[in-house]
């Protein structure tokens, strides 16, 4: 017996094209040709707690894995993390709660001997204002400079080989997030439920959560399932995910385990701090004993 849902996207799969098929066998090989020169030691994510006039200092460690000696290249762009968007790196200082006109790097360009570990680093300086509240955040950038060549090869259409050079150029991200004290407001909202069967033909529940406030969270996300008398079906968890001011994370719970019925579902966001925020949905399983 299969269950059929009362809200589930039919929007599953794609055509089988060789296009597609194409374009992935090219992203593998080109992974596979890559090399890494120079690694970022340590967490890519640094965080400061500080107060407004303070100036704080940081390092990031760098090291040469090549045999050959690495220029490398450190600069700062802003990012946005975002489930709907995704990744981007727009200029530095171009977002509203950029840290980057507020960072200074202390070196732009460094040279790595083979095997050589370097730090470098960066301050801040937090403007002493009254409006200065809340969560900013920036990138700083690390990029080798020395491209190698990578040869891919793809068929054509029967009649030859086709051969493509790729100067391969890697760069890594550092997250510079600071957080002045305990300031800035807290607010999150849930959007765009949706009750999913997936290709695998699971059930899932699925929400945006939507930071609107001006302070990063790093919640405990998860589901409370209630059956048409009240009583606790389960709780589901959808781990601890970090959510800048301006972006949504998707929050998934897998409900394929439960039976047909009427059920109450409460979604709780817990940051850890004096509130929680919650949404209920009504959710509906019918069984389909056609399929």
């Known amino acids: 017996m299969r269950r059929r849902l009362t809200r589930a996207s039919q929007a599953y799969g794609c055509a089988e094209r060789w296009f597609p098929l194409l374009t992935l066998c090219l992203f593998a090989l ?54 709907r968007s995704g990744w981007q790196f727009p200029p530095a200082g171009s977002l509203p709660r950029s840290c980057a006109p507020w960072t200074r790097l202390l070196q732009e360009e460094i040279k790595l001997r083979p095997g050589e570990e370097r730090g470098v680093f960066y301050r801040i300086s937090v403007p002493d204002e009254s409006d200065i ?20 090869r793809a068929a054509d259409d029967g009649e030859g080989r086709v051969l493509f050079t ?3 150029a890697v760069r890594y991200q550092v997250a510079v997030i600071v957080n002045v004290g305990d300031s800035g407001e807290r607010r999150l909202t849930f959007t765009d439920p949706q009750l999913l069967r997936t290709k695998e033909e699971r059930v899932v529940f699925r929400v945006f959560i939507e930071n609107q406030g001006e302070r990063l969270l790093h919640p405990d996300i998860w589901l409370e399932l209630y059956d048409d008398q009240g009583r606790k079906v389960g709780s589901f968890s959808a781990g601890k995910r970090r959510v800048l001011p301006g972006a949504s994370r998707t929050a998934e719970f897998d409900l394929s385990d439960v039976p047909p019925g009427d059920y109450l579902a409460l979604v709780l966001v817990d940051d850890g701090g004096d509130a929680v925020f919650g949404a209920r949905y009504s959710l509906r399983f019918i069984a389909d004993n056609g399929t």
């Open 166 to 168: 790729l100067n391969q």
């Open 30 to 83: 080109i992974l596979s040709g890559l090399t890494e020169a120079v690694s970022v030691v340590g967490q890519t994510t640094r965080m400061h707690v500080v107060a407004k006039g303070q100036v704080v200092e940081g390092v990031i460690r760098l090291q040469n894995l090549s045999p050959v000696e690495q220029d490398v290249r450190v600069y700062l762009t802003d990012y946005i993390s975002d489930d």
């Open 133 to 152: 509240r809340g969560t900013y955040w920036c990138s700083i950038m690390v990029q080798p400079q020395t491209a190698s060549a990578v040869d891919v």
